[in-house]
Each structure stands twice: as structure tokens, then as C-alpha cells.
């Protein structure tokens, strides 16, 4: 078993976890436009694991990137006629290893249930499509 050992936390970085709650990185993750507001961007942040990170905005950038195009891979599933999310997760993620495909599936209703708040799709039952779409 390994020893625990709490790393203290820099006074000029900001948790990574607490980085979702600055209001130009909320406005980055529901948009995926960045904002010109400079007050309060963190310069530094500390993950749970690891070195300081020197550079949030670009590795917040970097992950709001990747679910922006995780969110149109769905959307591209969606149009394609997949409509459950086993179905887009198979697509989506097709090759991953099948233990890990239940976090994929996971991964998968929680974009669906955010791009359903913003009116893009729309669901039956089990079943998901884009909004506007018929059938």
C-alpha cells in the first residue's frame, strides 16, 4: 500500500478542479468561445496528480476543444441514424476496449443531456435525435 502525501498548494495556483468555476471558463465550456474578461483568470493551477500546470488557459482550451468535438462526433452519430446511446457510443468510440465502454456510454448521455437543455436534440423514450428531425 502507498503513503498519501499531500503536496502543499502553491499560493499563485488555483486547483484545476475549482478552474470550472471562474465564470470566463463556465462561459468557455457552455459556448466554446473564449472571452476577452481578464479579471480573476488563474495564471498557474495544481491537478490532483502531478506538477503545477504553468498554462490553464491552454490546457482548458485544449479540453473544452476536445468536447466540442466529442459533442459533434454525437451530433454526426445522430445524423447517421444512430439513436440510442449504445448505439452512438459504439460508434463514437469505436475500438475502445469493451470494459471501458460503459464510461463512454456515460460520457455519451451526458453530452446528449446538455445538448438537450440547449434545444439540439431531443428525446423518446430511449431513443435521441436532433431537434427539427422528423421520423
Known sequence: MGIAVERPMRRDAMPLAELAR???????MSTGQSTTYDAGRPRKAASAHGPII??????LRNYIDHRLEREQQILDALALGDSTPDEIAARVYRGLREQLMPMAKEGVVAHLRKLEREHRVRRTGDSWQRAGVTG
Open 54 to 59: 504553468d498554462d490553464p488557459q491552454r490546457v
Open 22 to 28: 471562474v465564470p470566463h471558463v463556465m462561459a468557455m
